[in-house]
């Protein structure tokens, strides 16, 4: 326990804790979507199961922290493009995404919630299985970037514990405002659409930094913040 007692460590591990957080955005939102669409009573759960998943599932891969590199070796050529197994799941679960988020804006649109929330009712079996498949996805890009931080595992767990616990203190919150307002669930999804699409390019070796599409996202959402507070004005 002695790397405690040295303040670099402690700026590791706030800084590997905030890169957590942030990188968790997407799975809060995308869980509250999924979580939305279960009866009241079970969304709770789907939101606790699915962070809980979250959790032990980056414990895991961080403790097989080798078989995570290994999953970075070519193991598909396709004309002279290498690909491996970690590029292949990147792009499944960008196809997923967008598939998923293109559909679920479609139902909003053409007024089709009602039927779908119906469909979803007897899912939450299917909904906790979408939430760990996203999961998987998101935490190869939160391990990856935690080993690019700091070689010490323990700091890894440490932050990635304390990012799921924050995520979970505010998933509720964060699930209940994204229902009641259908524009912040448009925005929501149309956030989880460019995620794919980053997902996709990342899988075909381009880097894109996340920070160009969460500063979109947090200038829209800020925009429609404004737009909420004059409507509310406007009726008043």
Do not use: C
């Amino acid at each position: 326990m002695e790397i405690f007692l040295h303040a670099d460590t402690w700026i590791a591990l706030l800084t590997l804790t905030f890169m957590e957080i942030v990188l968790g955005i997407d799975n809060i939102i995308f869980i509250s979507l999924v979580a939305g669409g279960l009866p009241k009573d079970q969304q709770k759960k789907a939101r606790l199961g699915g962070l809980s998943a979250a959790l032990v599932m980056r414990v895991l891969l961080l403790l097989s922290i080798t078989w995570i590199i290994g999953l970075t070796q070519p193991v598909l050529t396709v004309q002279e493009f290498d690909l491996s197994w970690r590029d292949l799941i990147l792009i499944a679960g960008g196809i997923f995404l967008l598939v998923k988020s293109t559909l679920e804006i479609h139902h909003k649109v053409e007024g089709k919630e009602e039927a779908q929330k119906e469909v979803k009712a007897n899912s939450f079996a299917y909904a906790i299985l979408q939430i760990v498949l996203l999961d998987i996805i998101f935490s190869f890009d939160s391990i990856l970037t935690a080993v690019g931080l700091t070689d010490q595992l323990l700091l890894m767990i440490i932050a990635v514990v304390i990012s799921i616990l924050i995520m979970m203190a505010f998933a509720r919150p964060v699930g209940e405002f994204v229902e009641k307002h259908p524009t912040i669930q448009i925005l929501a999804l149309s956030f989880l659409i460019l995620i794919g699409v980053m997902l996709i390019v990342e899988g075909a070796h381009y880097h894109v930094p996340k920070g160009y599409i969460y500063f979109a996202v947090f200038f829209s959402l800020a925009i429609e913040m404004l737009n909420m507070r004059y409507r509310k004005k406007a009726e008043n």
